[in-house]
């Protein structure tokens, strides 16, 4: 699903064509049939539950026992027959320890035609034959199958929602998004990736305590899960950061998105730089000086490519800036100079330059001309 995803579920029935089969072994005939005008045959091979059944032989023969030729299904269940010599055959399905499953007698081959034999096993005849055991277990199969394919009729109209609410969320449509997802959250409470979207949905809704609940609960189904998804946990708990430092919950808040910073760096190292760079934009929000800093610190490592960062942290680090009495200039704190300066080198014209030449000048800090003709990262 989405972030996640769902895989169809395919149970096979324990039957006689169920045991291992042999490396694949390439057509076998005689050189004298290679030589001859030769027939072609095809077909699907299916259990009685109606599995395509992979990696089986069929094999073609005279008698029943000697195969003439040998024929391999492939992962669809489909085989296709080609250089066997005109005449009546029969057709013999195998199963994995080598044993007839199922046959067909006098099929007919001939030169130029290519002849459909399917080993259709859900067919009355095949399953009239099963012992009682056999036939239970394929009532057991066949209602696994059912509940299956409901479960991904499930699961597809789930993606589709989800698909939508993301685009509402990223269009600000929160009300559609929150509303779709409440539905689907009570039809599948157990995706986690749909809390996810639902959160997000009432964090732009500004309803931060449900958001907080949605946003955690994401987080508690994808630890739960036994294989946890790096980007729901990513997604989750920056989202999660992001509400808790509105609420001020600060060390909550940092928590949140080192964990976010931890789930993303898994795939990519640089993409913690995303998650704390956010939350360095959120703690600037907040006030926080020496949060933003450490923020700010820890995006410059995971990616120092990065402009704003830099910026943020000189901004932050400016409000411990004192003024000259005698020049009347600011002199601000270690690090901060070079935090502007390399704000500007990476994004001469971005959106802070002036504020940060200003400040830069009002230091008496030289803004460098490489600055200028720099090109953004």
């Known amino acids: 699903m989405g972030m996640k ?13 169920a045991a291992a089969v042999m490396p694949f072994a390439a057509p076998s005939l005689s050189a004298q049939d290679a030589g001859a005008a030769g027939g072609k045959a095809h077909g699907h ?16 023969s005279t008698d029943g026992k000697t195969a003439k030729y040998t024929f391999k299904t492939d992962t669809n269940g489909d085989y296709k027959a080609d250089g066997i010599a005109p005449g009546t055959y029969i057709f013999t399905l195998m199963n994995g320890e080598g044993k007839p499953a199922d046959q067909f007698r006098d099929v007919k081959i001939t030169a130029g035609t290519d002849t459909l034999q399917d080993f259709d096993l859900t067919r009355a005849d095949y399953v009239s034959k099963l012992t009682p055991e056999q036939k239970k277990q ?7 199958n059912a509940a299956a394919l409901k479960e991904n009729s499930v699961i597809k109209n789930l993606n589709g929602d989800l698909t939508k609410a993301r685009q509402d969320n990223h269009d600000k449509n929160f009300t559609e998004s929150e509303a779709l997802m409440t539905k689907d959250t009570t039809a599948k409470p157990d995706a986690a990736v749909l809390w996810v979207e639902l959160g997000i949905a009432q964090k732009g809704l500004k309803k931060n305590d449900d958001a907080v609940t949605s946003l955690q609960k994401a987080v508690q189904l994808d630890n739960a899960s036994g294989k946890p998804n790096p980007e729901v946990e990513a997604a989750a708990n920056d989202a999660l950061g992001e509400v808790l430092a509105s609420q001020g919950k600060i060390p909550d808040a940092q928590a949140a998105y080192d964990a976010a910073a931890k789930a993303a760096s898994i795939k990519d190292p640089k993409g913690a730089a995303i998650h704390y760079g956010n939350e360095a934009i959120m703690m600037d929000r907040a ?10 610190d820890k995006a410059i490592a995971a990616d120092p490519t990065r402009p704003i960062p830099y910026y943020l942290k000189g901004k932050a680090l400016i409000n411990k800036a004192t003024v000259d009495p005698k020049t009347q200039k600011i002199v601000a704190p270690p690090g901060c100079a070079e935090a502007y300066q390399k704000y500007l080198e990476l994004d001469p014209n971005g959106q802070f330059a002036a504020d940060a030449k200003s400040i830069l000048a009002e230091m008496g800090s030289t803004v460098e001309s490489k600055y200028k003709a720099g090109k953004k990262s």
């Open 138 to 144: 394929l009532e057991e199969v066949r209602a696994k």
């Open 287 to 296: 006030g926080n000086v020496d949060a933003t800093v450490a923020a700010a």
């Open 5 to 17: 995803t769902m895989r169809k579920t395919k149970i096979w029935l324990a039957l006689a064509l």
């Open 45 to 60: 091979v299916q259990d009685p539950a109606g599995i395509a059944i992979p990696n089986v032989n069929v094999e073609v």
